[in-house]
């Protein structure tokens, strides 16, 4: 299959999904209302459906597709700069961090959504930093992941100890926030987000041709003209701004990061300039259907999303070792 | 022609060791210079000096006259390629990705320029049989020769941009079979006349060495002991300092211009 058609191939996948993510739920939206709402021809939507599609459901299937292509292009960019499968965001101090601001908020403050979301952005931003900077004093990428290995103990560590103050709302608010959910999206985290995601999205796709040198060894894509100390930064900064303020608003989603840049490869091959928009288009696709599911297994109640990734990618997982193939 | 690189003076050091003693080396366009050494000679240390890898202590390194230490790594990648001993490669790509990857200090590479070098290196390093497999099928001779291809297509886009450029490589038929290996220096040999290209090769095979260099560097503790024309540098006693290994010299049998070296032991 030609890279192109593949690539077709994903979309089409991801606007079906998308579309029955939009009709599908607590309150069912039929297929034919969708259309006649997208092309805005009678008899219309009636009220509630006008506003459940338009204020909750669009929303969040849209902060779906956003946050599983960040996800899964950070991923991707993570593995090929550490030359790791292993690899996802979460080895640089990002998710520890932002677990870290998150829970701090919940037991330390009054709480509330926004003060939450902050505070887990600025968490994320000082792990991922302080993680950088413990990386450079041993100047190799090897000691990038140690210190992101080190600082993700501590951090965690950290997060048990304020765990131990909780009172039993807060416990239940904290594991719900690690476990993920796309519930608060709304238009104006839409507006604030959108943008700075697909800024991020957009550098990390064009940066291909340096993430196949990568592949070679820091040595090799050096002789390339690639400068490794600003490559990195660029890098690891565009990682964290894009999936730092993501890890904010969603809590915690793991796998996605892990698992689609590994399928990708293993589809069409290692060549960034296929992996990057397809784990992207991937990751949005998988998102969206692990969104579509936890709303509606047991509707009206939802499951957490980053369960379902878990769920799903825990075992998925397994059987791509089985297979032999890890990229 | 003047040459493209020069080194002078140049000095290293490592953990308070003196790696590179005051090496002087001219690299000219067209000729092969092979640098030889028993192991820990410093060559390697050299080949990543010259390569603008590490910062010298002391001495110049120039080319077409601008000091290396001046110049961004993208710079240099438009002027010279670099072939390491080992490429620890792990992901999945194809033959043919890698062997793109040469063009990547050049952007603004066309795709029917870029085709016509790929397809000139696949040739060259004799891996067109190769071209539709993944990278991590191949064997240990046969992934140096797709790597030799991408250095090739990087020379390439140099030479056509710049006139002329350099070339290091690191042992590059050390996992090559008898056939491969006077190939591959056989291509090279032509590549350096042809595009203009100042070659420098580390090896460990005296006899290749003495078949295919123009010049001959060698090196011990750190200096160059001895530089010149093979037939000229390549004596018993020299040999013996450098390698503390008795061998013989002799004219050799099949090639009237060159010599052949043999292990007395």
Redesign the interface.
Known sequence: MKQNSAHGLLLLLLSLAVAGSLSHGAYPISMRQLYAWVTSSPPGLDAISHNVLFNIRLPRVLLGILAGAALGVAGASMQ?LF?N?LAEPGLIGLSAGASLGAVAAIVLTPGGFFIIACAAFAGSLMSTYAAYLLGRISQSISGLILAGVALNAMLFSLVGLIILSADDAQLRDLTFWSMGSLAAANWPMIFLLGPLMLAGLIYLVSRW?VL??L???E??A??????LGSTRRGLIICVALTVGPLLAVTGGIGFVGLVMPHIV?MWR???HRWVMPASALSGALGLTLADWLARCIIAPAEIPIGLITSLIGGPFFIWLLLKGRT? | MPPVLTARGVCFYRDNQQVLSNVALDLHPGKITGVLGANGAGKSTLLSAIAGEIPVNKGSLKIDGQPIARMTMQTQSRLRAVLPQKSPLTFNLTVPDVIAMGAYPFPEVTPVELAQWIKAALEDCDVVSLQNKRYLELSGGEQQRVQLARVLVQIRACASRAGHAYLLLDEPTAALDPKHQHAVMQKLSSCARKDHIGILIIMHDINLAAQWCDRIALMKAGSIVAEGHPNDILNASRLYETYSLSMRVMPHPLNQDRMLVLTDT
């Open positions: 090929a030359r499968p041709r196949n040198a592949l070679l060894g040595r090799e050096q002789h390339l003209g690639f400068s490869r091959g290692a060549d990229g």
